[in-house]
């Protein structure tokens, strides 16, 4: 069946660096891929998505694209923020959706 | 406002006495589903409906029912709950075959 997979972290890093969460799927046919954002004591909310190949998603100045040839859709932000600490899930849409395990992020000052 | 609205946000109850979690969105969409997310667990799949009267289990169903009479509601119904299903629980919903989800605010579900 359709699979994520994503690096589980946490995930600590200073103000300003550069994120990279890696994410990378096993589907049938071509599914729509989506990166979810869950802060502290609240739900999950799309942050970005892309339904078909090399599709890049951008949203809040985080980007992902879908590659299909790699079966993957990497979270990229070029400068994180301290507002940024949240889990971060990716996601595929094919039949039904199916979920990674989250990503914690920690942003210090 | 497009939304999803669970209620309770909040709720303790004892084994074996029947709850209910309501869940209702605004948004005319077809697709509704249920999770629980838990520690190290992440979010797994309970119930999920493509649209009225059409209902299928998920990944972990047992123990728990929803019923899907009208579009805009989806409730999870627990018979007789157990300290087992002490969680975190997120109704969403979605409108197209290939859209995303919009979820519910969660409800912490503890069973004593």
């Known amino acids: 069946g359709d699979s994520v997979t994503q690096m589980e972290g946490p995930v600590t890093l200073s103000e300003e660096a550069f994120l990279t969460i890696n994410c990378t799927y096993t589907?049938?046919?071509?599914?729509?891929l989506f990166w979810y954002v869950q802060y502290p004591g609240e739900g999950l909310q799309l942050l970005l998505k892309?339904?078909?190949?090399?599709d890049k998603g951008s949203n809040k100045g985080f980007e992902a694209t879908y590659r299909k040839e790699t079966t993957s859709f990497h979270l990229e932000k070029g400068s994180v923020q301290v507002s940024d600490s949240a889990v971060y899930f990716c996601a595929l849409r094919g039949q039904n959706f199916v979920f990674g395990p989250g990503t914690r992020l920690s942003v210090l000052p | 406002e497009a939304q999803v609205t669970q209620n309770p946000r909040y709720l303790i109850t004892v084994t074996g006495k029947k709850l209910t979690v309501t869940c209702s969105q605004n948004?005319?969409?077809?697709?509704m589903s249920w999770y629980r997310q838990d520690p190290g667990l992440g979010l797994r799949q309970i119930y999920y409906?493509?649209?009225?009267?059409?209902?299928d289990k998920g990944d972990v169903p047992e123990g728990y029912k929803v019923s899907r009479k009208e579009k805009r509601n989806f409730p999870l119904i627990l018979e007789s709950p157990s300290p087992n299903q002490t969680s975190l629980y997120f109704c969403?919903?979605?409108?197209?075959?290939?859209?995303?989800?919009?979820f519910g605010s969660g409800t912490r579900l503890t069973v004593v």
């Open positions: 589907a049938t046919g071509y599914p729509s």
């Open positions: 948004m005319n969409h077809e697709y």
């Open positions: 969403a919903s979605s409108a197209r075959p290939n859209g995303g989800y919009t």
């Open positions: 892309a339904t078909k190949a090399d």
């Open positions: 409906s493509m649209n009225v009267e059409v209902t």
